[in-house]
């Protein structure tokens, strides 16, 4: 799997967006981006997911370079409960035991 | 989405003693299932790939005679800590491929302490 660089840390206020970018310089075109997310002393939990076009969920957005070497999740409105570790993921989207590779993450902290 | 459960949540344990820990999808069929570790502060890191009625398949460096997967049926995967000792103290987390297997869905995780 390609490997990805994100910032360690970064700060938000609560109700503003959160962006957190994420290289991937050496993603190959059939890989995707995957973000998932940690709150402390839980299990990771999805985000969002995308190859080439931009994506929206209810969660979050993901936006995608052309060149797809570098992607950014978007909290629209950040709360407090959005604190966490981000982590942003490329795989193969294929059949069999293609797994998650994790990378150290950007913790997020959402403040008032 | 899909859920993931695992149980139990905290286990404390006296060295040399077995540990066993269940990952179950409970709306879904999994045929593939993943074990992670993580230390206190650090990411997760990859243990084993656990696929239904087949032996798992270990990541470089994880002792399979000390970490047992047992993967019998399409929504349950056991991890047995064998001869626990202290450095084996950890958050040990699995997931689950999701139906479509677009996503993973991942369990809460068992926070194990060898005393």
């Known amino acids: 799997d390609a490997k990805t660089t994100q910032p360690p840390s970064m700060d938000c206020a609560e109700g503003r967006a959160a962006n957190l970018p994420c290289n991937h310089s050496t993603i190959s075109g059939n890989e995707y981006v995957y973000w998932y997310r940690q709150i402390h002393s839980q299990g990771p939990q999805y985000i969002i997911h995308g190859l080439k076009n931009n994506e929206t969920n209810e969660m979050a957005s993901l936006i995608i370079t052309e060149d797809r070497k570098s992607s950014t999740l978007i909290l629209p409105h950040a709360t407090l409960r959005d604190t966490a570790v981000y982590y942003c993921i490329v795989r193969f989207f294929t059949g069999g035991g293609n797994k998650l590779t994790f990378g150290t993450g950007t913790q997020l902290k959402v403040e008032l | 989405g899909a859920v993931v459960s695992q149980h139990p949540s905290r286990v404390i344990c006296k060295s040399g003693t077995s540990v066993k820990i269940e990952c179950r999808s409970l709306d879904f069929q999994a045929t593939t299932m993943f074990w992670y570790r993580q230390f206190p502060k650090q990411s997760l890191m990859l243990m084993a790939t656990?696929?239904?009625?087949?032996?798992?398949?270990?990541e470089q460096g994880v002792e399979k005679d000390k970490f047992l997967i047992n993967h019998a049926s399409l929504t349950l995967s056991t991890l047995t800590v064998t001869s626990a000792h202290p450095e084996d103290s950890s958050f040990y987390i699995c997931s689950a491929r999701g139906p479509g297997d677009e996503k993973l869905f991942f369990g809460s995780g068992t926070q194990l302490s060898v005393l």
């Open positions: 656990s696929n239904e009625g087949s032996k798992a398949t270990y």
